[in-house]
Structures are given as C-alpha cells and as structure tokens.
Nanobody
C-alpha cells in the first residue's frame, strides 16, 4: 500500500486546511485509516481515525474542529481542519492499518502562524 498526502501548507490563526491522502495498492484488507502528527521535539500522536464502517475517533485537542472522512473505495482519506491554532503545527502523516502491517505516508507540513 502506498500513501501520498497533499494539502498541507501555511495558514493563519483561525484558518482552515484540508488534507488528502491518496492510497494505492492492496487496500482491500485495510480496516482503519487515519491521521497522525508530529511536532518538532515531540512524539507522533494520533489526530483522527476512521474505520471502514465509518466509526471515528478523535484526539481531544481536535474534537469539534477537525473532521475525518473516507470515500467508498477507501482510496482517499480526507482531514478537514478548521479553527487552526499554532499548536496544530506539525508534520501530518496518513496511516492505513492492514491485516498484518501498518502503512504510513511521507508526511505533509502544516504550519499555523499567529
């Protein structure tokens, strides 16, 4: 499975961005998809997950501001990010959980200026 993120960039406090993850390869066995992020000097942390059945899980810090979605074929996962603040600045990674393997994208930078 190959994952390619897009949509990152520089945005001002209170702004919005939409991240997309394009998946290719053998994704039929993938059951969980999502986004993680890693800020400088910090560990990678969960942002949001979505199952193939549509159940979602969000980090407390993004609840009510971020929305994760996936298309019917599971080959595109989006993360709509609203009301961004400087604490959201990080490299955001797309994540797919396969039957035996976890897959990661290369990451896309999101920078929120104050």
């Amino acid at each position: 499975v190959q994952l390619v993120e897009s949509g990152g960039g520089l945005v001002q406090l209170g702004g919005s961005l939409r991240l997309s993850c394009a998946a290719s390869g053998s994704i039929f066995s993938v059951t969980v998809m999502g986004w993680y992020r890693q800020a400088p000097g910090k560990q990678r942390e969960l942002v949001a997950l979505i199952t193939s059945g549509g159940s979602t899980n969000y980090a407390d810090s993004v609840k009510g501001r971020f929305t994760i979605s996936v298309n019917n074929t599971k080959n595109t996962v989006n993360l709509q990010m609203n009301s961004l603040n400087p604490e959201d600045t990080a490299v955001y990674y797309c994540y797919y959980r396969g039957r035996k393997t976890d897959y990661w994208g290369q990451g896309t930078q999101v920078t929120v200026s104050s």
